[in-house]
């Protein structure tokens, strides 16, 4: 996911896709942009994935290669190495919480039954040709066979392992949502600039995307149910509530007061903002 320039209100608005050139400085003039403001913003429109291997992958460590050399590691090791498969497994879904617990799960307990077999044939008995003897020996090679079997067996169900591919439209929201934290931010810091720059208006023409917050104690009761998403009915609950407060301070008090519903105070939670 790529960066976009992100001006703060306060400085002129660039022409579409202006991205400021090495060594550029604002003009002084423009003011010093709020305390906290991001001047660089996640955009994932802005470097589209590529269809193919990232420059600088190495086809050697691509899944399917990769995955081919666990096979071969466990095998090799004669299970010894057989919790390193899974451990692999695990590093290739990095977000797949599930998933990597399973891994770190099976090797564990691979890792486990190969220390037991360890210890059992190395404390066992032994003949005068200084061979492992006696039951310590038996379960000993018993428990390296089963973890030379299971080691294997998993190394080649987890071959094919790849990455999660990310969900369609994820990116784009989360970075709407961080443009709304920050317009939040603004308001809550400079409630005078904010309604200026008419955050939370998409009511009125503007110059600027903040998200899609909608400012609950501005925005026209005309315009509440389409921007909103509100019934009739609601509409009418919010507007009889603003006027009996004359502005909301949060959701908690809006909710409260106008009666919504738990889910209309979810999705209202998302991009409500109180100027």
Not at 39 to 61: H, K, S, T
Request: glycine fraction near 8%; charged fraction near 20%; proline fraction near 12%.
């Amino acid at each position: 996911m790529g960066l976009r320039y992100n001006p703060p209100p306060n400085w002129p608005r660039p022409p579409a896709g202006w991205a400021p050139p090495p060594g550029w400085r604002p003009d002084p003039a423009w003011g010093p942009a709020p305390p906290g403001w991001r001047l660089w913003v996640p955009d994932p429109a802005a470097y589209p994935r590529p269809a193919g291997p990232a420059p600088g992958w190495r086809p050697a460590m691509a899944a399917g290669n990769s995955g081919t050399t666990m096979v071969a590691v466990a095998a090799a090791s004669c299970g010894l190495a057989g919790f390193v498969p899974p451990l692999w497994a695990a590093r290739q879904r990095p977000d797949d919480a599930p998933f990597r617990k399973r891994m770190f799960l099976t090797a564990g307990a691979l890792a486990a039954l190969e220390l037991t077999g360890i210890v059992l044939t190395s404390t066992a008995d032994v003949d005068e040709h200084q061979t492992p003897t006696g039951l310590a020996a038996d379960l000993g090679a018993i428990a390296l066979l089963i973890n030379l079997v299971l080691a294997v067996t998993v190394a080649v169900l987890v071959r094919n392992t790849q990455p999660r591919a990310a969900l369609p439209g994820v990116a784009e929201e989360l970075a709407r949502r961080q443009l709304r934290e920050e317009y939040r931010e603004l308001a809550r810091r400079d409630p005078s600039l904010a309604r200026t720059l008419r955050v939370g208006r998409p009511d009125l023409p503007r110059d600027l995307d903040d998200g899609g917050l909608l400012d609950l104690n501005a925005i026209p009761t005309d315009h509440l149910g389409p921007l909103a998403g509100l019934s009739a009915a609601e509409v009418a609950s919010v507007a009889d509530a603003r006027q009996q407060l004359g502005r909301f301070t949060s959701l908690t008090e809006l909710v409260l007061y106008a009666d919504l519903s738990e889910a209309t105070a979810s999705v209202l939670g998302e991009r409500a903002v109180f100027i």
